[in-house]
């Protein structure tokens, strides 16, 4: 999947943009406060997607 079609794929749950690094992006959960790294290349594979999207849903305790 291309990488701005799962960047808005997100949005829509709640994971916003927080900050670049160097390689990768960093997204955050607006409601767990749970960060998620996305890398910057252009394709996503559609199984790393859909860990990225679990993780970012999980419940942060820190």
Do not use: C, W
């Not at 927080?18 to 998620?36: A, L, W």
């Amino acid at each position: 999947m291309k990488r701005e079609a799962f960047i808005k794929i997100l949005e829509q749950n709640g994971v916003l943009f927080f900050k670049h690094g160097s390689e990768h992006d960093i997204y955050q959960n607006k409601e767990t406060g749970k960060k998620v790294t996305v890398p910057r290349h252009g394709e996503i594979d559609n199984i790393f997607a859909k860990k990225i999207l679990s993780q970012s849903k999980e419940f942060n305790t820190k």
